[in-house]
């Protein structure tokens, strides 16, 4: 059974309105017509959006003592569902509470390895020891890996920020939640060289979307599945900056130009699904307040989302 768990927290980004995502979503499927979310059982978590208005407590790691805490809270709403014998689907605000994500299945399935599909255009692999932003969206990978980055640091750390940092990466358990070679990104293209010097240190497999069309979804896929043959599980977290902005919509804090097609994001989501191991899928970084067509990135999100749950259900 699907548990819907609703995370409106934007507090990791550095642009508001991702906690609207999921209320845009919603007015998307009213306007089509479809009941969706009155179908599913749902959680709320709470959220501490109001922290935006706080002075930050540190440069290079915004908001981190908040975002420690929303990452908590979804962490134990996912291990709940999961422990329940749902299908934890979590629609988030910003991609930062995705450690949550990954600490919550863990938690609830400690003996079991898992391997994480990152769709995206972002690595989201930067510490507070190497972020040019400060926004925790770009740290949750980094976190799960327990990788601090120190041979690519360019910030000082305030004792505050690294007390924090050190809570996130020792969440639900001592031990990185993630080995790298179960970690596949899919989409990246805008990062930066100390995210590409930890990828190329850590091998850890990243496909381009020119590959992927090149080679083919269902040869993407089959590599994806042999590679991550040894997990467990697996975790798909799409950010849906992974599409391409200029196709569907700008209605994302960080848009990149040449992603991702709607189509061929189904036909990812569709292959992995049929392995049977895809056991919870996250939708993050849908914000309306900046999309250019309307509602367009949201209903996109929503029609992927339907389409994916019909696989779930069946």
């Given at each position: 059974m699907i548990e819907l768990i609703k995370n409106r927290s934007d507090?990791?980004?550095g642009?508001?309105?991702?906690?609207?995502?999921?209320?845009?979503?919603?007015i998307a499927a009213i306007n089509m017509g479809d009941d969706y979310f009155n179908c599913h059982q749902h959680t709320d978590v709470r959220t501490h959006n109001e922290?935006?208005?706080?002075?930050?407590?540190?440069?290079?790691?915004?908001?981190i003592e908040h975002v420690?805490?929303?990452c908590e809270r979804v962490s134990t709403a996912v291990s709940t569902a999961c422990k329940r014998g749902n299908f934890p689907i979590v629609l988030s605000g910003?991609?930062?509470?995705?450690?949550?994500?990954i600490a919550g299945i863990k938690h609830a399935y400690p003996s079991s390895t898992l391997g994480v599909i990152w769709l995206d255009a972002h690595a989201d692999l930067h510490s507070p020891y190497t972020s040019p932003s400060g926004n925790v969206h770009g740290m949750p990978l980094a976190a799960a890996l327990q990788k601090d980055n120190l041979n690519n640091k360019i910030n000082e750390v305030e004792e505050d920020a690294k007390w924090y940092w050190q809570r996130m990466k020792m969440l639900c358990g001592d031990k990185p939640k993630l080995?790298?070679?179960?970690?596949?990104?899919?989409?990246?293209?805008?990062?930066?060289?100390a995210e590409l010097n930890l990828i190329e240190e850590l091998g850890i497999t990243h496909f381009s979307v020119p590959y992927v069309r090149s080679t083919g979804i269902k040869n993407l896929v089959d590599d994806c599945l042999n590679q991550l043959s040894t997990s467990d599980l697996i975790y798909i977290s799409f950010d849906v900056d992974s599409m391409d902005c200029d196709a569907v919509s700008y209605g994302t804090g960080t848009p990149v130009p040449t992603g991702f097609y709607v189509e061929e994001i189904m036909q990812i989501?569709?292959?992995?699904?049929?392995s049977q191991k895809v056991n919870c899928i996250e939708f993050a970084e849908i914000n309306p307040l900046l999309d250019n067509k309307g509602n367009r990135m949201a209903e996109t999100a929503f029609?992927?989302?339907s389409h994916v749950s019909k696989s779930i259900e069946k």
């Open positions: 507090i990791g980004a642009t508001r309105g991702a906690d609207m995502g999921i209320d845009a979503m919603e922290s935006i208005y706080n002075k930050f407590t540190s440069s290079v790691a915004k908001r420690y805490k929303q910003d991609h930062s509470s995705a450690l949550g994500t080995d790298p070679k179960n970690l596949i990104y899919l989409g990246l293209r805008d990062f930066e060289n989501f569709d292959g992995l699904m049929a029609q992927v989302l």
